[in-house]
Antibody, heavy 118, light 110 residues
Framework: EVQLVESGGGLVQPGGSLRLSCAAS????????MTWARQAPGKGLEWVSG????????YYADSVKGRFSISRDNTKNTLYLQMNSLRAEDTAMYYC???????????WGQGTLVTVSS | QSALTQPPSASGSPGQSVTISCTGT?????????VSWYQQHPGKAPRLMIY???KRPSGVPDRFSGSKSGNTASLTVSGLQAEDEADYYC??????????FGGGTKLTVL
């Protein structure tokens, strides 16, 4: 059974940093691209970042480019999102998801909540 | 990276059909056959319902179907059931390794 479990969310002050993790199991993690998406309270989904199976290629939404960094450790079956220079508008539930095919994602975690507030 | 345009709400009675639209541009929806649809119940993670415009993952009822014409993609739910009441989001590849979501549609089963 495929499982994705996010962790690392919490309350952080504006300008602060946070690292999210996504522990994967039930599939060959190193064979699949992964992504992070977020959902602000009461709002819609927003794509944040993606990474290739090897980790050699990464991509970002304009809204987080230069502030967030995605990475993965295929020996630990874990995906990461390093978030720096956090802003109030980064407050959201952050989901990791597994690539299915052609920019569609077939398994999603339950999310970890990030709140940016003073 | 502008969000795709979805109607905020849609509704139908049990057994009826309802169609949700997702309008983009020639740079995203119109330019690629990489449109997906997700269902999200309150407090739950999204669930993939349609990928590559028309394809259904294993386990998704065939009451759900997708289509595209020009810059607008559509999700049709036939034979509406109470459990179909949820938020629905489209997304599309937008080139240059970018993905864009729609604003979401709240589907109400009357």
């Amino acid at each position: 059974e495929v499982q994705l479990v996010e962790s690392g969310g919490g309350l952080v002050q504006p300008g602060g940093s946070l690292r999210l993790s996504c522990a994967a199991s039930g599939f060959t993690f190193s064979s699949y691209a992964m992504t992070w998406a977020r959902q602000a309270p009461g709002k819609g989904l927003e794509w944040v970042s993606g990474i290739s199976p090897s980790g050699g290629t990464t991509y970002y939404a304009d809204s987080v480019k230069g502030r967030f960094s995605i990475s993965r450790d295929n020996t630990k079956n874990t995906l990461y999102l390093q978030m720096n220079s956090l802003r109030a508008e980064d407050t959201a539930m952050y989901y990791c998801a597994k690539w299915a095919v052609n920019w569609a994602y077939d398994y999603w975690g339950q999310g970890t909540l990030v709140t940016v507030s003073s | 990276q502008s969000a795709l345009t979805q109607p905020p709400s849609a509704s139908g009675s049990p057994g009826q059909s309802v169609t949700i639209s997702c309008t983009g541009t020639s740079s995203d929806v119109g330019g690629y056959n990489y449109v997906s649809w997700y269902q999200q119940h309150p407090g739950k993670a999204p669930r993939l319902m349609i990928y590559e415009v028309t394809k259904r993952p294993s386990g998704v009822p065939d009451r759900f179907s997708g289509s595209k014409s020009g810059n607008t993609a559509s999700l049709t739910v036939s034979g509406l059931q109470a459990e179909d009441e949820a938020d629905y989001y489209c997304n599309s590849y937008a080139g240059n390794n970018n993905l864009v979501f729609g604003g979401g549609t709240k589907l109400t089963v009357l």
